[in-house]
C-alpha cells in the first residue's frame, strides 16, 4: 500500500501554481476519514529496523531517537513542548487506544546484498528479514544512493503487509519502507527542507539535525507510521479508494504549522542558535519537524505549533 502523501504535496503545489486557492482545494477535498472496520495496531508494537545501504552511527540515532522520542513521557516541563510524543498522541484518538513503539531488532545490510536498484517486492522480502511476529512493524529504511522502483516518481515510501492477503491480519507483520532522497529528490521528498520541485520556490527551511536527507526521512517515516497503525491492512481508517487511500497523515499534505497555504510549511519554531525549523522536541535533546496529522475528534488537521 503505498503513501499517498508527497503525491499530494505535489498536487497541492500543482494547483497553486495554476491559481487554485487552499480554501478552494479544502471545498473541493472534505476530511471525511471512515473507518472500515478492519484491525488496527494497538497496544505494545515492536518496531524493528533494517539499514539497507550505507548509514552513519549519527544518521541512525535520529531515526532510532525518534522513535524512542513517540512514547516518552518526559514531557512534563514547559521546555519539552511541544513534543514528539505529544504528536503522537493524536493516534490514540483513533479507535481502540493508545499505541506504544518500542524499538526491537535492527540489521545493518551495509553490502547491498539485493542490488542498489529495488523493485518493489524487494521490499516485501527485506521486511521479512526480522521476523517480529503480527504485533509489529518492520522497518526499511534505504541508503541515499539506493534506488527504488517508483521512488520520486510518485512516492517516498510506502507501508504494507508481509503476508500474502494483506487486508487480513493474521496473514502478515505490517511493514514501511523510506528512502533517503538526499541526492535523488530532496525537492519532492524531502521538503520543506529543500526547494519543491514543483510549485512556489519558497526559500527551503534549515533542517534541524543539519542532514536533509534524513530529516526530510522522520517527516515521511511519521507519515508512514501513522498510517500504518491506523490503517495496517487496508480496511482501517482512510478517504477515497483503497487503492489510493489518503490516510492518517497523508490527508493532511504540507502543513506544519498553522497559517500553512500551498508552498508554505505553516509558523513553526526556529532554533536561535542554528536557524533550524522544528515543530517538536524529542529525546536526546533532537528536534523534528513533523506533519499535520487528521484529528478524528475535530475532524481537522492537527499541528503542533
Given at each position: ?58 544518521q ?32 490514540e ?5 493508545s ?10 545490510l ?5 542490488g ?21 512493524i ?7 544512493d ?36 538526499e ?64 490516510e ?16 508554505y ?21 533532537r ?7 487528521w ?11
Open positions: 500500500m503505498a503513501s499517498n502523501y508527497r503525491f499530494a504535496i505535489f498536487l497541492t503545489l500543482f494547483f497553486a501554481t495554476a491559481g487554485f486557492s487552499a480554501a478552494a482545494l479544502v471545498e473541493e477535498q472534505p476530511l471525511v476519514m471512515k473507518y472500515h472496520n478492519g484491525v488496527l495496531l494497538k497496544g505494545n508494537i515492536t518496531v524493528n529496523l533494517v539499514w539497507y545501504g550505507k548509514f552513519t552511527p549519527i541512525r540515532s535520529v531515526i532510532v531517537d525518534f522513535i524512542h522520542s513517540l512514547n516518552s513521557k518526559d514531557v512534563a516541563s514547559s521546555a519539552a513542548v511541544p513534543s514528539v510524543a505529544s504528536w503522537w498522541k493524536t493516534t484518538k483513533y479507535k481502540g487506544g499505541s506504544t513503539l518500542v524499538v526491537g531488532k535492527q540489521l545493518l551495509e553490502n547491498y546484498p539485493l542498489k536498484s529495488l523493485k518493489n517486492p524487494y521490499l516485501r522480502a527485506l521486511s521479512t528479514k526480522l521476523n517480529g511476529g503480527l504485533r509489529s518492520t522497518v526499511v529504511l534505504t541508503a541515499k539506493v534506488t527504488v522502483e517508483r521512488f520520486c516518481m510518485s512516492r517516498c515510501g510506502t507501508h504494507g503487509s508481509s503476508g500474502s492477503n494483506p487486508r487480513r491480519a493474521a496473514n502478515g507483520a505490517a511493514y514501511v519502507w523510506v528512502g533517503n532522497s541526492t535523488q529528490c530532496p525537492g519532492y521528498c524531502a521538503w520543506p527542507f529543500h526547494q519543491p520541485i514543483y510549485g512556489p520556490q519558497t526559500p527551503p527551511l534549515v533542517a534541524p539535525n543539519g542532514d536533509v536527507g534524513v530529516d526530510g526521512m522522520i517527516i515521511n517515516l511519521a507519515t508512514l507510521l501513522a498510517n500504518t497503525v491506523t490503517n495496517p491492512f487496508n480496511n482501517g481508517y482512510y478517504q477515497g479508494p483503497p487503492t489510493a487511500p489518503l492518517a497523515v497523508s490527508a493532511c499534505p504540507g502543513i506544519f504549522g498553522s497559517g500553512s497555504y500551498p508552498g510549511a505553516g509558523r513553526v519554531l526556529v532554533d536561535k542558535t542554528t536557524g533550524s525549523s522544528y515543530n517538536a522536541r524529542g529525546l536526546a535533546g528536534k523534528y519537524l513533523l506533519p499535520a496529522m484529528d478524528p475528534q475535530s475532524s481537522t488537521c492537527k499541528t503542533l505549533v
